[in-house]
Structures are given as structure tokens and as C-alpha cells.
């Protein structure tokens, strides 16, 4: 009887055995078939737990902080299970990873030989966790993780249970390493994936700024303009391209057939001229309206020839596009100076035709005529001869921007007798001289004064000195920045008319020839002192300042004036005196100025 209960034991042992290794062999079997690490791990917990049978299993792995962290459950009541995270050294957990053995305890709660962790006791109280076995996941000789089957009630594990989980672990620590490596190797593939493709587009790049390069050099060697090379290189490169010329001023403007961008406004452009002209690259900025533009200076050794601007939508650009819009500076860089060079000799020929002309004023010889209408330009129709001067610009500067205003005009410009001179075609003058003004004060970025004056019988050289002259006089009254016909100073007229100093004459003499007499014969200037004193409104204090002398003096200087006028001026009509004074000043300005 004994016997035969002994053989039922052993044979249910020997059934419950051979179930256990099946199981276990098609567990192993089914773990080296996976791939992610998710999923792997949470497979290893789902097998555990059907083959341990216990209430709950899960397992933790070492992070890269070093500490022991849940990261899959089967089983489990709360989702903050799964959050847990202890120190590696503590809990049941960190006898097992230091020893690499497994352990158990019949209560974990009440467990003394093992540190235990506030926050993961607090879990253990959720999850009513009583008695756990947990045993290593070992990898090439580095314990990994563990593996925790657990109970909800105070037990103890057997050997063979603990046998079970140890060879289990075994397994999934090798279905845990395949994981690891493939996740490698899929991430190493990615990575080199990524790596081709960058290869890829920036293969394509090169390419395009190769192709770009090779159709900007052929519109050059073709005889292609600036505005030719600014469309190839907006249809090469996308988007919109602006040349600018030295002065900040729009020359150029060519959309692609992709995504064209509207002509920038020069403030904007402003300032990332400024810095790529500093920087010598490239710069880039985006608009409020998603709109990026990429200027970069188009330079000649020291020579600033203006800027070339890409405007498209914002987004990632390449380095390369970047840069074959800096090469393309050096393209258009050529083509402008080719163009300054051809201007050069046209600006020297019209030079020489208007010195030609004025010098031989009045009237124009037939080779003159033929030269000038081989220019496009109709000599009869010259009427109109403007004299233009700025403080902060030369006279040569000055010219080289009345050309460009007089190629649109059909008219001629050069430097005459050291001034900047143009001879134009007009209908209403004072309209012409005003909008050359514009344009003038513009190029140059400061105060102009042109003046104009008409000539008749192409007498351009009585033209050019009444112009000239009446510019000295603007001046000298303060006027800086305006652009007029010599019309709108008529009452200066006897002034900057050289055929009517007789009239100026007169009228000086009677209003302060005296003084002019005196100041002659004894060397003083009684004139000056006069003209101080009106010029600071009659303050004898201000004046004396100015003419650095005492008050007692001043007043003597002002009484021995009234003597030699023989009034007293000051209580009379002052009016043509100082008219007078003020005519003999201006006179004086002009005839310097001619």
C-alpha cells in the first residue's frame, strides 16, 4: 500500500516535471523568436507567470542612473507598480544583483535581512505583496535585471520552484541579450541609413551648385547681364533673388517657377547688407511673415558693388546653397565691373562731348552733331544745363551719378571747369531739377544743391556760369539741400548775372559806397563790422563776441560808421543799407565761387 502511494507521488512529480521542461522549452523557443525589447520583456513576465503560478511576477533592469527599475508586470493591481525605481543596493532586489544568487523571504514586509526602501514598501502595501523570490538576470557575467515571482500570502519557495525560475532567467537573459543586440543593430542600420541619405542630398547639392556654377559661367561667357544671372540663379536655387547696388537701392528683382518671393523692402535689407558686408559671408534672417532671406556682399578688393539677397520660404536650407550664392557674388561682381568699365568709357566720351560743347558755346559744329546722335542723344533738344555740388560728395562722384541720370534722360554729363554738369532735355524745369535733386541726394545718401538754368541758342556756357554762380549765392544763403531753376532766386539775380554787375554797382554804391571808400583808404572793415551787427539782429553784446572786441570799441566802430554814412542810421530806415551790405557779401561768395 505504502509502495504504491510512493509510486502515484512519483509518477505525478515525474508528469508535473515533464509538463515544467515542455513548457519551459516552448517558452525559450518562443522568447528567441523576438526582436523588440519591450516586447521581450514583457513576454519573459507573461511566461514566468504562467509557469510559476504565483500571484504576480515582474521584472526590474539596471538603468543608466544605477538604479533598479520595473519594467513589466504580469499580474500586478496598480499602473504605479511599473513606475518603481530603488537604489540597486537596497530591497530583495539588491541581494540578488550583489550576490547573483536568488533569494526569497516568507514576508517581505517584515523581513529583516534585507534594507528596504520607503517608496517601494509603500508599493508593496498596494499590491498586498507578501512572500517574493527573486532570482538574477545574468549576461556575460553582469547581473542585468531580476526576475521576482511574488505571493499575496506568507509562504516559502522549494527548490525545485526556485530551479524553475533560475533556468527561466536563464533563458530570457539570453532572449533579453538577442533583444539588446538587435535593438543595436536595427539602431546601427538606422543610423546608417540616416548617414546615406545625408550623403545622398548632399551628393544631390554639390551636384545643382555644380550646375549652377557651370550656367552662371556660361551667361557670362555668353554676354549675359546682371539680371540674366539673377533669374538662373533664382531658378536654380528656389525662391527669389534681389541684386542690390551700393547704395542699398533695388536693381534687380527675378522670381523662380517655385515659391516666388515679393521684392524686399531696402530697410529691411538694411542692416544684413551691413553685416555681410562686415563679415564677408553670407547671412540669414526670417521675417515676421515666415519669409527668409540670405544676403550676401558683392565686393571687388576693397570696393563695396552692392548685394545679392535670396528670399524664400523659411525652412532648412544647405550649407552648399549658401555658398554658391556667395560665388554667385563673384559672377555678378565681374559682370558689374564689366558693366562700370563700359560706363567708364561712355561716361569719358560724354565728359568730353559736354566740355566740347561748352567750351565752344554758343552753338554746336556738324562733327559735334554726329557725334552726339551716334549716342542717341538730339543736341537741339539740350536746353536745360544743371550745376550740382555737395558737401560730403566730390565732383567726380557727383558726375558719375548725373551719367546714370542722363542715359535715361538723353542728355550728357561731366565734370566742367571742376563741377559736376549736365546738359538735359526738359519740358518744365523747375519738375526736371527737382527730380534730379532726388535722385542726386539719394545716390550720394546726403544734401545736394543743383541748380538749373536754361540756355537759349545753345549758348550752354552762360547756362553753366549763371547756374554756377547762383549755386554759390544758394549756399551762402544757407541752402544746402534743394533743387531749383536760377528763376526762383530772381531777386539775387544782379548777384550771379555777370550782365548786371552795373545794376549791382549802383545800388551798392548808393546804399554803402562810403563805407567801402573808407574801409579802402584806411584799412578798416566798418562793412564787416555792419554786416556782424545785422547778422546778429542788432545785439551789440553778440556782436562784439563774434568780432572778438570789447563793447566800448564796438560801439565806437558803429558810431564812426553813422559818420562816414552822414546819418544816424540806426534811427532811420535801415532797410537799403543792409540790403547792400547783405548784396556786397554775396557778391563777394560768387565771385569766388566762379
Not at 526582436?35 to 521584472?59: N, R
Not at 540597486?88 to 517584515?110: E, F, H, M, Q, T
Not at 558683392?298 to 536650407?317: F, N, P, Q, T, Y
Request: proline share 2%.
Amino acid at each position: 500500500m505504502a509502495g504504491g502511494r510512493a509510486e502515484q507521488a512519483e509518477s505525478v512529480s515525474l508528469l508535473r516535471r515533464q509538463r515544467e521542461l515542455a513548457s519551459l522549452y516552448a517558452t525559450a523557443k518562443s522568447l528567441t523568436a523576438l526582436g523588440e525589447l519591450d516586447e521581450v520583456l514583457q513576454s519573459i513576465v507573461h511566461h514566468a507567470h504562467d509557469l510559476m503560478g504565483t500571484d504576480f511576477t515582474y521584472l526590474s533592469l539596471v538603468g543608466d542612473d544605477g538604479k533598479l527599475s520595473a519594467r513589466a508586470s504580469e499580474g500586478t493591481i496598480s499602473a504605479a507598480f511599473l513606475a518603481a525605481c530603488i537604489p540597486a543596493d537596497v530591497g530583495l532586489g539588491g541581494k540578488v544583483l550583489a550576490s547573483r544568487r536568488p533569494y526569497w523571504v516568507r514576508n517581505y514586509a517584515s523581513a529583516t535581512v534585507i534594507d528596504h526602501d520607503a517608496s517601494f514598501d509603500r508599493l508593496v502595501g498596494t499590491e498586498k505583496l507578501v512572500a517574493l523570490l527573486g532570482v538574477p538576470l545574468v549576461i556575460r557575467g553582469e547581473a542585468v535585471g531580476a526576475l521576482f515571482a511574488a505571493d499575496r500570502t506568507e509562504r516559502s519557495f522549494e527548490a525545485d520552484e526556485i530551479a524553475l525560475l533560475i533556468a527561466f532567467a536563464d533563458h530570457a537573459a539570453v532572449a533579453l541579450d538577442n533583444a539588446r543586440l538587435y535593438e543595436a543593430s536595427r539602431t546601427a542600420l538606422q543610423d546608417l541609413q540616416v548617414a546615406y541619405r545625408k550623403i545622398e542630398d548632399h551628393m544631390a547639392v554639390m551636384e545643382r551648385a555644380q550646375a549652377t556654377h557651370e550656367v552662371l559661367t556660361g551667361a557670362v561667357l555668353e554676354g549675359g547681364t546682371p539680371g540674366d544671372v539673377a533669374q538662373l540663379l533664382a531658378d536654380q536655387l528656389g525662391g527669389s533673388v534681389t541684386l542690390l547696388d551700393r547704395t542699398g537701392a533695388v536693381v534687380v528683382h527675378r522670381d523662380s517657377g517655385v515659391d516666388p518671393s515679393p521684392p524686399p523692402a531696402e530697410a529691411d535689407l538694411t542692416e544684413a547688407v551691413r553685416a555681410a558686408h562686415r563679415s564677408g559671408r553670407c547671412t540669414t534672417s526670417v521675417d515676421k511673415a515666415g519669409v527668409a532671406r540670405s544676403v550676401a556682399a558683392i565686393r571687388a578688393g576693397d570696393s563695396h558693388l552692392g548685394a545679392l539677397a535670396w528670399s524664400r520660404k523659411a525652412g532648412e536650407v544647405a550649407d552648399l546653397d549658401l555658398r554658391t550664392l556667395e560665388r554667385a557674388t563673384h559672377v555678378m561682381g565681374l559682370l558689374i565691373l564689366k558693366e562700370r568699365a563700359v560706363a567708364d568709357a561712355s561716361e569719358r566720351l560724354s565728359g568730353e562731348l559736354l566740355t566740347e560743347l561748352m567750351v565752344g558755346s554758343p552753338g554746336i559744329d556738324a562733327a559735334q552733331r554726329v557725334r552726339a546722335r551716334a549716342r542717341g542723344i538730339d543736341p537741339d533738344r539740350l536746353v536745360l544745363v544743371l550745376v550740382a555740388e555737395s558737401a560730403t560728395s566730390s565732383s567726380t562722384e557727383l558726375s558719375r551719378h548725373l551719367h546714370d541720370i542722363a542715359r535715361d534722360h538723353g542728355g550728357l554729363a561731366g565734370e566742367h571747369l571742376g563741377r559736376a554738369t549736365m546738359i538735359l532735355p526738359s519740358a518744365e524745369d523747375e519738375q526736371t531739377v527737382e527730380e534730379v535733386q532726388r535722385r542726386l541726394r539719394r545716390a550720394v545718401g546726403g544734401p545736394v544743391v543743383v541748380v538749373a538754368e536754361r540756355a537759349t541758342n545753345h549758348d550752354w556756357s552762360r547756362a553753366f556760369s549763371l547756374a554756377g554762380r547762383c549755386g554759390a549765392v544758394m549756399r551762402a544763403l544757407g541752402h544746402t539741400d534743394v533743387g531749383a531753376t536760377t528763376g526762383r532766386y530772381a531777386l539775387y539775380a544782379m548777384v550771379f548775372d555777370p550782365e548786371r554787375a552795373r545794376e549791382l554797382d549802383r545800388f551798392i554804391a548808393g546804399s554803402i559806397g562810403p563805407l567801402l571808400d573808407y574801409d579802402q583808404r584806411r584799412g578798416t572793415d566798418l562793412v564787416g563790422t555792419l554786416t556782424a551787427y545785422f547778422v546778429h539782429r542788432t545785439n551789440v553784446a553778440a556782436t562784439a563776441r563774434a568780432l572778438h572786441v570789447h563793447v566800448n570799441t564796438l560801439l565806437k566802430r558803429l558810431d564812426r560808421a553813422g559818420t562816414v554814412l552822414g546819418l544816424d542810421w540806426r534811427d532811420n530806415n535801415d532797410l537799403e543799407l543792409q540790403l547792400g551790405l547783405r548784396l556786397h557779401g554775396l557778391r563777394a561768395v560768387a565771385i569766388t565761387s566762379s
